[in-house]
């Protein structure tokens, strides 16, 4: 089969590559997915996982890309909850190969079915972003109906469905990015845009829950933006500022049957948009991870045609 490898640490995407693997090995509560749509994240090169497997040993030449959805077409010993020919969208583990090939093993408990009317770009754009945003908002920052939050990077792929969802859940928002994201921020519904350009952070005022997807200063800052009792919830680096009066979390991400799920029903109901953006394929994975200009959402590749 085709999938695009990685073999060398300090190659950084240049390092990437199409080439010929074996079909994947099914283990125990496995599945086979023929992947249509992969997304990815441009520095997981930079993750652990990427270059060894739980027990920490060598694992290149390995897969990156850990968004898919596609079809099922094999199952692991003892697995259950899905079916041979089934639609499934999910994440697949940090630690094995990816989903940057025209197959991959996945455990299945990391999948959800795909409805027939949802294509699988769309689905391949929500699984991380999805679930990144669910759990920060409600799992770690316990957003509750009438609070405040504030979001940083509203315009890309986590960000904007955070707006969606903390709309929904009948939070006031404040959405952050720079002067080019303002009206695609503006239209996704947020009360408040801050131009991180021309205005200063702090001009955004308090909030019940700060989400933060960039770090460094702006991270470091935006814990006296927390009002008494909130939290500060990052996904980039464990904070080196912590709130006066308040929580600060860091977090990863993890797989979510359920969610997936329900994320999809707001996604057939018209009630969440992922942001997608440019759609390439799988020969052009390598340099979709590099530096340069980039179509605002996120990147999917697409690997078999619908």
Same mark, same amino acid.
């Given at each position: ?83 041979? +020919? &089934?639609? %499934? ?8 190969? #990816? /989903?940057? =090939?025209?197959?991959? $093993?996945? !455990? *299945? ?36 109906? +009438? &609070?405040? %939050? ?8 986590? #960000? /904007?469905? =955070?707006?969606?969802? $903390?709309? !929904? *859940? ?39 829950? %700060? ?11 935006? =814990? ?83």
């Amino acid at each position: 089969m085709k999938a695009i490898t990685v073999r060398d640490r300090d190659a950084g995407p240049a390092g990437l590559s199409l080439t010929d693997l074996p079909y994947p090995h099914a283990a125990e509560n496995d599945v086979i997915v023929r992947v249509h749509a992969a997304g990815f994240t441009p520095g997981e090169l930079d993750w652990p996982g990427t270059w060894t497997d739980r027990a920490g040993r060598d694992r290149t030449p390995s897969v990156p890309g850990h968004e898919l959805s596609g079809v099922v077409v094999g199952l692991g010993y003892g697995t259950t909850g899905l079916s041979l +020919g &089934q639609r %499934v969208f999910g994440l697949t583990d940090w630690t094995r190969d #990816g /989903s940057l =090939a025209e197959y991959t $093993a996945v !455990e *299945a408990r990391n999948l959800a079915p795909l409805p027939a009317d949802i294509d699988h770009t769309t689905a391949a754009a929500l699984p991380i972003s999805g679930l990144t945003a669910w759990q920060a908002l409600f799992d770690h920052g316990r957003l509750a109906t +009438g &609070q405040t %939050v504030l979001v940083h990077g509203a315009a890309g792929s986590v #960000g /904007s469905i =955070a707006v969606q969802l $903390a709309r !929904e *859940a009948g939070a006031q928002v404040t959405g952050t990015g720079r002067t080019a994201d303002r009206e695609r921020v503006l239209a996704l519904g947020v009360d408040t845009f801050l131009d991180l350009e021309t205005e200063k952070l702090e001009d955004a005022g308090e909030a019940d829950v %700060v989400l933060d997807v960039i770090g460094g200063d702006i991270l470091d800052r935006s =814990a006296t933006l927390v009002r008494a009792g909130g939290t500060l919830v990052t996904i980039v680096m464990p904070p080196r500022v912590r709130p006066k009066d308040g929580r600060a979390v860091f977090f990863v991400v993890e797989p979510d049957r359920a969610r997936l799920a329900d994320l999809a029903a707001r996604l057939r109901d018209g009630r969440l948009k992922p942001a997608v953006g440019a759609v390439r394929p799988l020969a052009e994975a390598p340099a979709a991870f590099g530096p340069g200009p980039r179509t605002p959402g996120k990147t999917i590749i697409r690997v078999t045609e619908d």
